[in-house]
């Protein structure tokens, strides 16, 4: 098992810029392909990024192409999500997630643990 701990969120204006951080519990981090993902109230969680256990591999959501930039440090357990040039549209609750696998995944339901969420509220 893995336990999961989302932070960095918080109020910004639109152009800003926050880095989350997802603190992982054990010792098996790097096994985990992870995720982040996001819901705005009234819609439906969507994945943000995903990456391989190694991290040499990152998918992207359209919406945040360019923008926003995965990333994990095995050695800390600790997997991160710098998002820059933040829109009002990104406001959302983002948790991070990991999955027991071998690859990437963008489905929701491919992921066995989840953090609790951290409140990204985007001013326009």
């Known amino acids: 098992q893995v336990q999961l701990v989302e932070s960095g969120g918080g109020l910004v204006q639109a152009g800003g810029s926050l880095r989350l951080s997802c603190a992982a519990s054990?010792?098996?981090?790097?096994?985990?392909?992870m995720g982040w993902f996001r819901q705005a109230p009234g819609k439906e969680r969507e994945v943000v990024a995903a990456?391989?256990?190694?991290?040499?591999?990152?998918y992207y959501a359209d919406s945040v192409k360019g923008r926003f930039t995965i990333s994990r440090d095995n050695a800390k357990n600790t997997l991160y999500l710098q998002m820059n040039s933040l829109k009002p549209e990104d406001t959302a609750v983002y948790s991070c997630?990991?999955?027991?696998?071998?690859?990437?995944?963008?489905?929701?339901?491919?992921?066995?643990?989840w953090g609790q969420g951290t409140q990204v509220t985007v001013s326009s």
């Open positions: 997630a990991a999955a027991v696998g071998t690859s990437y995944y963008l489905n929701a339901n491919a992921y066995s643990y």
């Open positions: 990456i391989s256990r190694s991290g040499g591999i990152t």
């Open positions: 054990g010792r098996t981090f790097s096994t985990y392909p």
